[in-house]
């Protein structure tokens, strides 16, 4: 798991962690965070230290809502050419998948940047293309940097785009884990520095780490928190400083910040969070597909949201249980068969899980 020069150094953190006696609870907000711990074992590892490790909503797939997938669903119906990232093709909606739809005739394509479906739209000016924009603060400077270039009249985005910080302010004041330090995502991270954590630690007392992903990254940010615990500090560190500067990316949010503006919205497992979602600013607002389709989107008015029957995606993304409390994982639900999202991408904790502890 550690490479020759880095396991004295875990050896050494991990006899320290074990004489602390520590019980703790620390979240964490990133799907490469997950694959790093569960692949190499360090959730077992620091659970034998008293570091009860939890995945927050780290995972922009995960996190989209019921709702945005039926967006998604209508305007690919309604005959657009909806354009879209692989992994959001097999999340289920109410009836139906986005590949189910592909399937049954829809001009729905699998692209790997926005760049690509923006490239599509030019060549082809007689469709009119919506592409679903995905993810946080690390992905929304391309959505935010293509648009401010200039995109075609047929090009429009579905937007759902999230913001982190608000979101760990949220799981906080929902009060139902009750934690004691947070792991904050590398990615997300390099591009809005740490500064953007500060009032979390000020206003709330919890510790943080902004950490990278190799095992002896995280072993370290995990490190730094419980010493924090242990100290009675709170505060945001950076044991990523190789990559993650305190100012962060100032060119990235500076397109961001032109481009795109913080608006009310859920998250899959919550209710509204303030300022957690990313909107088209006006100048931009005739590439907004909600505004440009309002028509054809108004059937989705009244219709029921909730989860699938069963899963649990939800309580996992708050933090509550383990992937494996849920009584359909691995059973019913599988990445063969996914009944939630947290099962469909790489990035949710069920996926991962499955993936290297399904016989456990």
Not at 278 to 298: F, G, N, P, T, V
Request: aromatic share 8%; glycine share 10%.
């Amino acid at each position: 798991m550690f490479k020759f020069r880095d396991k004295e150094i875990a050896q050494k953190a991990i006899a320290n962690l074990e004489t602390w006696g520590l019980d703790i609870k620390v979240m964490h907000v990133c799907g490469g965070h997950q694959d790093t711990l569960i692949r190499y074992g360090l959730d077992d590892m620091l659970k034998n230290t008293g570091i009860d490790v939890r995945q927050g909503p780290g995972c922009p797939v995960c996190v989209t809502t019921a709702k945005e997938i039926e967006e998604a669903m209508v305007l690919a119906r309604a005959g657009k050419t909806f354009m879209v990232f692989g992994d959001m093709m097999r999340v289920p909606g109410k009836d139906d998948t986005l590949f189910d739809l592909k399937g049954k005739g829809a001009d729905i394509k699998m692209v790997y940047s926005i760049d690509d479906a923006v490239k599509f739209a030019e060549q082809n000016p007689g469709k009119e293309v919506v592409f679903m924009s995905i993810g946080f603060e690390t992905t929304a400077p391309s959505t935010a940097a293509v648009l401010n270039a200039g995109v075609p009249d047929n090009f429009a985005i579905l937007c759902t785009h999230r913001y982190v910080p608000p979101a760990l302010k949220g799981i906080i004041e929902l009060g139902e884990v009750k934690l004691n330090g947070l792991i904050e995502p590398g990615h997300v991270s390099t591009i809005i520095g740490t500064k953007p954590y500060e009032f979390l630690s000020k206003d709330y007392g919890v510790p943080q780490v902004v950490t990278g992903f190799e095992p002896l990254d995280l072993l370290m940010g995990f490190y730094m928190v419980a010493k924090q615990v242990k100290e009675g500090r709170a505060e945001i560190e950076n044991e990523y400083s190789r990559v993650v500067q305190t100012e962060g990316n100032p060119k990235a949010i500076a397109v961001m910040n032109e481009v795109l503006e913080p608006y009310d919205v859920a998250w899959r497992g919550f209710g509204i969070i303030p300022g957690s979602g990313m909107k088209l600013k006006s100048e931009y607002e005739q590439h907004d597909a909600r505004l440009k389709y309002e028509d054809i989107l108004k059937e989705l008015e009244g219709m029921d949201f909730s989860e699938p029957k069963g899963c649990r995606c939800g309580e996992v993304l708050r933090g509550l249980i383990d992937s494996r409390e849920c009584p359909m994982f691995g059973k019913a639900c599988n990445p063969a068969n996914p009944i939630g999202p947290c099962m469909v991408t790489a990035e949710g904790s069920c996926n991962i899980v499955y993936k290297y502890k399904k016989n456990e």
